[in-house]
């Protein structure tokens, strides 16, 4: 089945781009120096070429190229090689580095925002600032997940996602990862037994933003209620003041049972009484619902 569907399958290797190729293997070898092996993602390679190895940020010479057991003067995507390398000792190298060209778009990051689908399977909750494990390329790195959604230009924070959810999340890392926009993570649960399903969902990432730099907010509400006094609409238990009622002018508010939405205009007397308008008939004791957006955390 495997064979027929690999069959079936049209294969484009990316072969114009810059050359990436994650070490999954680094040793030395007497009378060769140090060797590494890896699957060419993306781009080609020629012997004598200059490559950047990340998050080192040294750069190291291509000394020869194996593939299959055989030397080769040239290496594309979609290869299974081996290359002698001068200029890094092998020591230095781990699961994780990145052999990639110099005119590489790959970064080395500490946060990921990425757009993220949690497995329908999954049976736990994502909560904010929960632990779990980022897999990007062939790092498995510790991470904080914060889950959002983004709703008219704003990032809103989400208590909780569930199995088959969509959202976006940012994952501040507790180490350093090489990283590409539009490159794939897997999102583990490396905590929970062994006989429990650990994988909690997929992503793409979007964006290496902090979680400062995306102004996450969270909803505060507060209901109130209509009170009709001779021609004005007022709404109170909102505000405890009339300087806390002042703060509220221009907010929007809403009437969830009548699906009708108003807006604060201004004060009235001392007790904390907002005078409003509103794009329906509202009655006395009506309740009004007031939801604002604040910075979390």
Not at 69 to 93: H, P, T, W, Y
Request: with cysteine; charged share 35%; aromatic share 4%.
């Amino acid at each position: 089945t495997i064979r027929e569907m690999l069959e079936n399958m049209e294969i484009v290797r990316n072969t114009e781009d810059f050359f990436k190729m994650p070490v999954d293997h680094a040793f030395p070898i007497k009378g060769i120096g140090t060797v590494v092996t890896g699957t060419v993602l993306k781009g080609k390679v020629r012997v004598g070429d200059e490559l950047k190895v990340l998050p080192l940020e040294s750069t190291v010479k291509v000394k020869s190229i194996q593939r299959c057991k055989e030397d080769v003067e040239e290496a594309s995507a979609g290869d299974r090689i081996g290359m002698a390398l001068q200029g890094v000792d092998a020591k230095e190298l781990f699961r994780g580095c990145v052999l990639t060209s110099l005119d590489t778009r790959l970064k080395v990051v500490d946060s990921v925002v990425a757009r993220v689908e949690v497995s329908p399977l999954f049976k736990y909750p994502l909560k904010p600032r929960m632990r779990v494990h980022l897999n990007i390329g062939m790092l498995v790195v510790p991470a904080r997940i914060i889950p959002f959604k983004r709703m008219e230009m704003e990032n809103i924070i989400l208590r909780e996602v569930k199995g088959g959810e969509k959202c976006y999340c940012v994952f501040q890392l507790e180490e350093r990862a090489v990283a590409e926009v539009g490159e794939n993570i897997l999102i583990t649960r490396l905590d929970l037994p062994p006989t429990t399903l650990r994988i909690c969902g997929k992503g793409e990432i979007v964006d290496f933003k902090e979680v400062e730099e995306l102004n996450i907010k969270r909803v505060v509400s507060k209901v109130g209620r209509i009170k009709i006094d001779k021609s004005r609409v007022l709404v109170v238990g909102l505000a405890n003041s009339k300087e806390e009622a002042e703060r509220l002018i221009g907010q929007e508010i809403e009437v969830p049972e009548k699906n009708i939405r108003g807006k604060l205009k201004g004060t009235f007397g001392t007790k904390g009484y907002l005078v409003a308008e509103f794009d329906g008939e509202v009655e006395n004791r009506d309740e009004v619902l007031l939801r604002r957006l604040i910075r979390w955390r």
